[in-house]
DNA sequence: ATCAGTTGTAACATATAGAGTAACATTAGA
DNA sequence: TCTAATGTTACTCTATATGTTACAACTGAT
């Protein structure tokens, strides 16, 4: 399957705004730095202001998330910008005459549904401000890295 | 994304050759069952059996399970017939120039793995044998609930 | 009041992967 | 030898994630 980078991407968004709250958050600035496209952008801040993640003013660039970022998860994200929300899916087109057929989908709906739910518990335990602080650790090891060859 | 049936598609075939053992195996057959196509279920079989699940034999419809179900695990076939094996995806097209998007990709792929182990784990515990149970259950119910309805 | 810049939103184009289909060489068993 | 099956490839079809374009509505500055 062809893979969606909307979870990534929105994360990529709230991190950037949080990140640069005080410099340009025009659509077309946070598309530059996801190398994307304004609109793209755009559509995944009504996902998550959908959400209650993210306030917007149309005609300005100063989107604004509503929380601490201590407070959004990465289920929270996931949930505002994948629709379906599901990991696995289930085929639901089997030959209801066989008797696999006929009782596989129920069956594997409860079982992806353990699986979802194993997921979704880790991803609530990941936070906004978890990854940022990882972004800035990543960031300034880079940084010492930089500083130690040019010596 | 258009979501993918494999592994649905491929644990139903793993259930098919189970509980119809003693009956047509072709993958014709079995094709009818998932409401797809022989070649599908072919092609599911070749994943399947390079993963050490099943063995078949050119020129005749015998596909057998290598093991007992009750030792094949759900990510066994997850892990058979997905080629990538990742549940979330990683922008990995991102501005380098930028903090965010110099450091996103790393810190997503780290906490898309804790997500994807604590998915596997539970895909670990879920078996072949309880799934077909599962599946059995629901026959009996089903065949239950038919003779209290013709009464 | 006007204007430049922005968001909100829709419509359309493009690319890609999952699935469908067809074909055929190879093999097994009658 | 014949039939039916698998193994495999190539091709088509289709759904959808993303890219692109366009424009109305809105904001703040001049």
Redesign the interface.
Known sequence: ?????R???A??VL??ID?YHDGNLSSTAIA????SNPALVRRLMVALRRAGLLTTQQGTAQPRLTRDPAAIS?LDVYQAVEE?G??????D???LQ???????Q???R??YD??????E???AR?TLAS?IK???T??HE?RAAEEDSSR
């Open positions: 399957m062809r893979y969606s980078h979870l990534s991407d994360v990529h991190a950037y990140i530059a730095s996801v190398e990465l379906d599901r990991l696995l899916h289930v085929d087109k089997t030959n066989c008797i696999v057929g006929r009782n596989i129920e069956t594997l409860t079982a353990e699986v979802q739910q194993a997921a518990a880790k991803m990941i990854l990882t972004i800035w990543r960031e880079k």
